[in-house]
Nanobody
Framework: QVTLVESGGGLVQPGGSLRLSCAAS????????MGWYRQAPGKQRELVAD???????NYADSVKGRFTISRDGAKNTVYLQMNSLQPEDTAVYYC????????????WGQGTQVTVSS
Protein backbone atom coordinates (compact mmCIF):
# COMPACT_ATOMS: atom_id res chain seq x y z
CA GLN A 1 0.00 0.00 0.00
CA VAL A 2 1.29 3.43 -1.01
CA THR A 3 -0.06 6.84 -0.11
CA LEU A 4 0.66 9.94 -2.20
CA VAL A 5 0.31 13.48 -0.90
CA GLU A 6 0.32 16.32 -3.41
CA SER A 7 0.80 20.03 -2.90
CA GLY A 8 1.61 23.20 -4.81
CA GLY A 9 -1.41 23.79 -7.00
CA GLY A 10 -3.14 27.11 -7.25
CA LEU A 11 -4.03 30.08 -9.41
CA VAL A 12 -1.40 31.74 -11.57
CA GLN A 13 -1.39 34.27 -14.40
CA PRO A 14 -0.29 33.31 -17.91
CA GLY A 15 3.48 33.23 -18.07
CA GLY A 16 3.77 32.44 -14.39
CA SER A 17 5.22 29.44 -12.59
CA LEU A 18 4.18 26.82 -10.08
CA ARG A 19 5.99 23.95 -8.43
CA LEU A 20 4.09 20.79 -7.58
CA SER A 21 5.29 18.26 -5.03
CA CYS A 22 4.26 14.67 -4.42
CA ALA A 23 5.50 12.65 -1.46
CA ALA A 24 5.04 8.89 -1.43
CA SER A 25 4.98 6.69 1.63
CA UNK A 26 4.44 3.00 2.23
CA UNK A 27 5.76 -0.09 0.50
CA UNK A 28 7.81 1.23 -2.40
CA UNK A 29 9.91 -1.06 -4.54
CA UNK A 30 13.50 -0.32 -5.45
CA UNK A 31 12.43 0.28 -9.04
CA UNK A 32 9.50 2.56 -9.75
CA UNK A 33 8.10 5.21 -12.02
CA MET A 34 6.59 8.38 -10.62
CA GLY A 35 4.82 10.86 -12.79
CA TRP A 36 2.36 13.65 -13.22
CA TYR A 37 -0.85 13.43 -15.19
CA ARG A 38 -3.51 16.04 -15.79
CA GLN A 39 -7.16 16.10 -16.69
CA ALA A 40 -9.10 19.08 -17.93
CA PRO A 41 -12.92 19.19 -17.90
CA GLY A 42 -14.36 17.06 -20.68
CA LYS A 43 -10.99 15.59 -21.61
CA GLN A 44 -9.17 12.37 -20.92
CA ARG A 45 -6.39 12.17 -18.39
CA GLU A 46 -3.02 12.56 -20.06
CA LEU A 47 0.59 12.05 -19.11
CA VAL A 48 2.52 15.25 -18.43
CA ALA A 49 5.88 13.86 -17.34
CA ASP A 50 7.37 10.94 -15.48
CA UNK A 51 10.65 9.89 -13.97
CA UNK A 52 12.10 6.52 -13.07
CA UNK A 53 13.97 5.53 -9.95
CA UNK A 54 17.15 5.66 -12.05
CA UNK A 55 16.46 9.25 -13.12
CA UNK A 56 15.23 8.83 -16.68
CA UNK A 57 12.58 11.37 -17.65
CA ASN A 58 9.80 11.56 -20.20
CA TYR A 59 7.67 14.56 -21.20
CA ALA A 60 4.57 15.22 -23.21
CA ASP A 61 5.32 17.28 -26.30
CA SER A 62 3.03 20.04 -25.06
CA VAL A 63 5.20 20.75 -22.02
CA LYS A 64 8.72 20.13 -23.30
CA GLY A 65 10.94 23.10 -22.58
CA ARG A 66 8.52 24.52 -20.02
CA PHE A 67 8.11 21.83 -17.36
CA THR A 68 10.80 19.95 -15.49
CA ILE A 69 10.27 16.81 -13.45
CA SER A 70 12.72 15.83 -10.74
CA ARG A 71 12.91 13.54 -7.76
CA ASP A 72 14.42 13.14 -4.33
CA GLY A 73 14.93 9.42 -3.91
CA ALA A 74 15.72 9.62 -0.21
CA LYS A 75 12.40 11.35 0.42
CA ASN A 76 10.39 9.40 -2.17
CA THR A 77 9.25 12.74 -3.52
CA VAL A 78 8.73 13.94 -7.07
CA TYR A 79 8.48 17.56 -8.19
CA LEU A 80 7.09 19.27 -11.24
CA GLN A 81 8.42 22.73 -11.96
CA MET A 82 6.02 24.44 -14.34
CA ASN A 83 7.17 27.58 -16.12
CA SER A 84 5.59 29.74 -18.81
CA LEU A 85 2.16 28.48 -17.86
CA GLN A 86 -0.67 29.02 -20.31
CA PRO A 87 -4.46 28.75 -19.98
CA GLU A 88 -4.40 25.40 -21.76
CA ASP A 89 -2.38 24.03 -18.84
CA THR A 90 -5.41 24.46 -16.59
CA ALA A 91 -6.36 21.05 -15.20
CA VAL A 92 -6.37 18.85 -12.17
CA TYR A 93 -2.88 17.43 -11.83
CA TYR A 94 -2.45 13.94 -10.41
CA CYS A 95 0.63 12.24 -9.07
CA UNK A 96 1.11 8.56 -9.76
CA UNK A 97 3.60 5.90 -8.77
CA UNK A 98 4.03 2.51 -10.39
CA UNK A 99 5.77 0.11 -8.05
CA UNK A 100 7.60 -2.87 -9.50
CA UNK A 101 7.34 -5.84 -7.23
CA UNK A 102 6.48 -9.24 -8.68
CA UNK A 103 3.12 -7.76 -9.60
CA UNK A 104 3.27 -4.08 -10.49
CA UNK A 105 0.75 -1.72 -8.94
CA UNK A 106 -0.35 1.84 -9.63
CA UNK A 107 -1.22 4.32 -6.91
CA TRP A 108 -2.72 7.75 -7.46
CA GLY A 109 -2.89 10.94 -5.50
CA GLN A 110 -6.15 12.80 -5.12
CA GLY A 111 -5.15 15.61 -7.45
CA THR A 112 -4.38 19.28 -7.14
CA GLN A 113 -6.01 22.04 -9.15
CA VAL A 114 -3.88 24.25 -11.37
CA THR A 115 -5.64 27.25 -12.89
CA VAL A 116 -3.92 29.60 -15.33
CA SER A 117 -5.95 32.74 -15.88
CA SER A 118 -5.65 36.49 -15.94
Amino acid sequence: QVTLVESGGGLVQPGGSLRLSCAASGCISRSYIMGWYRQAPGKQRELVADITSSGNTNYADSVKGRFTISRDGAKNTVYLQMNSLQPEDTAVYYCKIKTMFYNSNDYWGQGTQVTVSS
